[in-house]
């Protein structure tokens, strides 16, 4: 059996970051993955130039169960640290919106950067490979200098620590698998019940009939959700699909959303639409109405909505009530669009069984839990990958 210090598992954004900081550490480091290239989600991920990071990152912009867990790595390793090694690979990048920081030219130039990284540090990765299982070494370190067994398809290998960095359950046909909860529950660590996030919502049958054919109509919005832990609004758009509702504010919003409530959009932000019907000699009736809704909402949407929607009359009261529904529109989802279309999976490995400094498991001495697999999930923008980036190099620090 070959021994090394450290075998991280999965070479993702969080398992090549880890793998970086421990080999200059001079750590023997071997990187498993059973893809058969690196790095594969951050290869597809913003639209093919990959949204590293967000300049904006707060914990605040994180959903956990520990809203603070993630303040310590996040702290330890900043935008500003993935800036420099960006910079220092002399890869062009740019703010589109936001805080949101895109490579100019590919995704590809992040996943390069990363595997040179490595090979600077020494680090050896392994493609291709099936992990067959992981298990504390019978005999103790009196006899071997390794805590763990690993075994796989590529063979056995001993190691001081193992990190799992395996990732969450979205987009399977990539190759993404529930292992390292499988492994977090083997070694009897509790898991937050997981479930796709920034995803696209589905309507019910009724609101499916109702909107659908407006598919690819979108507006800006703020979207809020009904019963959310912690009020949070998004402004941005959202977009009308062949199946319920998606777009930046949607996927937002899809992360505190549960199943059975309702989330709230207003359709028309900072607008009091319908102002110039109040005039004193105004004409009201529904042109007026529809020219009004017309100036914030598409045609198309404004014509369905005035149809969905007509005012009860056209008294102050109806037109009031009118307005309201505009800035509130209610929908209960019928479910989400799945693991499938899901850009994270939230939930994952209970922050309480992690030390925050290090993302080493308190019962099990050496073992790991970084990135997606952990409960933290970020927002949309590049908050994810900053997680992965931070919670990665806190545990390559000391694995
Ligand atoms: C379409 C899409 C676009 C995205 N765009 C962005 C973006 O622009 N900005 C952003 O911040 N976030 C984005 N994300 C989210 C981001 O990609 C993830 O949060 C991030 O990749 C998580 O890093 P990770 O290392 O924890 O997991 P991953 O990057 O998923 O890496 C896990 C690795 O483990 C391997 N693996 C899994 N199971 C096994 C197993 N059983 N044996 C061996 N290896 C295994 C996988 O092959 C993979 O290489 C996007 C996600 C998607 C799906």
């Excluded at 169960?65 to 002399?90: C, G, M, Q, W, Y």
């Excluded at 997981?194 to 979207?223: K, M, N, Q, T």
Aim: hydrophobic residues 45%; proline residues 4%.
């Amino acid at each position: 059996m070959q021994s090394v210090d450290v075998v991280v598992l999965g070479a993702g954004a969080a398992g090549l970051m880890c793998a970086i900081e421990a080999g200059r550490r001079g750590r023997r480091v071997l990187v498993f993955d059973h893809a058969d290239r690196i790095g594969k989600k951050i290869l597809i991920s913003g639209g093919g130039r990959c949204n590293f990071t967000n300049i904006h990152c707060r914990a605040e912009s994180f959903l956990s169960n520990n809203p603070h867990f993630a303040k310590s790595a996040l702290a330890r390793f900043t935008p500003a640290d993935f800036i420099a090694l960006v910079e220092k690979h002399k890869i062009q990048y740019h703010e589109k919106t936001l805080g949101q920081l895109f490579c100019d030219r590919s995704a590809q130039d992040i996943v390069n950067m990363l595997e040179r990284e490595c090979r600077e540090a020494n680090v050896r990765i392994v493609t291709g490979t099936k992990i067959a299982s992981v298990d504390e070494a019978k005999n103790t370190a009196a006899e071997h200098s390794y805590r763990f067994v690993v075994e796989t398809s590529s063979g056995s290998f001993g190691a001081t620590s193992v990190v799992v960095a395996t990732g969450g359950l979205s987009i399977p046909k990539m190759g993404a698998t529930g292992f390292g909860y499988q492994l977090a529950e083997q070694f009897g660590l509790g898991i937050v019940p997981y479930r796709p996030a920034l995803v696209p919502l589905v309507f019910d049958p009724h609101d499916h009939e109702r909107w659908c054919d407006l598919s690819g109509v979108s507006a800006e919005v703020i979207a809020s959700a009904d019963g959310a832990k912690r009020p949070v609004k998004f402004r941005e758009k959202m977009l009308i699909t062949h199946r319920g509702l998606s777009g930046p504010a949607i996927l937002q919003i899809s992360s505190y959303w549960q199943p059975g409530k309702a989330i709230e959009l207003d359709l028309a932000p900072d607008a009091r639409v319908l102002a110039s019907l109040y005039a004193g000699n105004a004409r009201r009736d529904r042109s007026m109405a529809l020219a009004a809704v017309k100036s914030v909402l598409s045609t198309r949407l404004a014509e369905r909505w005035l149809t969905v929607f007509p005012p009860a009359g056209w008294s102050n009261i109806a037109l009031d009530k009118f307005e309201r529904d505009l800035h509130a529109w209610k929908i209960v989802p019928a479910g989400t669009e799945g693991y499938a279309k899901a850009e994270v999976t939230a939930g994952g490995v209970d922050t309480a069984e992690l030390d925050a400094k290090t993302m080493e498991s308190r019962r099990v001495p050496g073992l790991y839990f970084i990135g997606e697999v952990v409960d933290v999930t970020g927002w949309l923008g590049g908050y994810n990958f900053q997680w992965a980036w931070a919670s990665g190099a806190s545990a390559g620090r000391v694995a």
